[in-house]
């Protein structure tokens, strides 16, 4: 064939981190079938969707074989009902993110990878180490990327005042909190070093809220909106995969707001054109299960499995502390990173647990070179596992 491709292929890994994963642990799997593996590698969901959840996308569906209420192409944008549940839950943060500034989608990691779609080559800014979606997504696009280092010294939380020398002038800056991999998370003194500096340099930050569920701490912004500045600088995109378990179900947002300008130019004017070309809209069930984890019902029921999930997140911090292993995350977050042994990179760690005691983790050097010597492992498997991988662990750990 004649055609050119995206030459800018050749500058991102081969496989996606967690297509890599499972590939070796297939072939592991494979080579041992009697082997009990115990995966704390993606941060997949295990427990099964909240019943309210289930009821209202069962409903929605009877209505599609009815012809009084069936429905076809959905709204691009997201059904009112929905946009409305989530601004409401924006109000009960404190914060008012009007619904016409949110975008419904089938989760965060396309709108993630897709935003780079309505922004030109700018300068980015991302921590080292990060998920692997916003690198990839800009290499994929040419852009020019400064990382800035997540260290055991900044407790993984780089800033503003750490970068490279450079104006940094309209960089787009990408920040995740709780973070993905590290569970580290930003204070309101943080986010707002990050939201002075993009408003300062004319740069636009890319908010990822997927964990945001999964703080516990008083007093942490559960969303960019609540730093003074940050509607004049910020896109947020969330998630509702992580606090209502819609991984195998698909939904997220994205809230653009209506005044969000770069120079004369609207970027919710952008995503919108950018949406209607390119995106038909999440399926109607799928919005009013949406709609249903948003509900009393729904958040009391989500926050239930998200208590499970951390007291997994307890029992594996509970082993670091006994060991006097260093670590971040498990408190606001359902990941717990760590650091590996002394000697180790974090794919010869990953290779020794999986060999030695079936247990598959994801190494950090997938999230960056600042992941070499640090190790993820999730706390959304079950009660079961944790248990019985703690016990794996405390004898070769
Ligand atoms: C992870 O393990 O980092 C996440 O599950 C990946 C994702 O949310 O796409």
Redesign the pocket.
Known sequence: MDIKTNTNFANIKETYL?SEIGSRVRAYQEAHPEASIIRMG???VTLPLPQVVVEAMVKASQEMGCKETFRGYPPEYGYDFLKDAISIRYGSMGVSVEPGSIFVSDGA?SDLGNIVDILGNNPVIIPDPV?PVYVDSNTMNGNNITYINGTKENGFLPLPSELPSGDHKGSVIYLCSPN??TGAVYSTEGLTAWVDFALKTGSLIIYDS?YDAFIAEEGIPHTIYEIPGAFDCAIEICSF?KFAGFTGVRCGWTVIPTTLKAGEVSLHALWKRRQATKFNGVSYPVQRAAQAALSDEGVKACAQNIAYYKQNAKLITELLDKKGIFYTGGNNSPYVWLECPEGCSSWEFFDKLLNEVQIVG?PGEGFGKGGDRYFRL?AFGSKENTIEAVKRLENII
């Open positions: 967690f993606i941060g997949d990691k998920y993905n991999p997927a995969s994801t999730t």
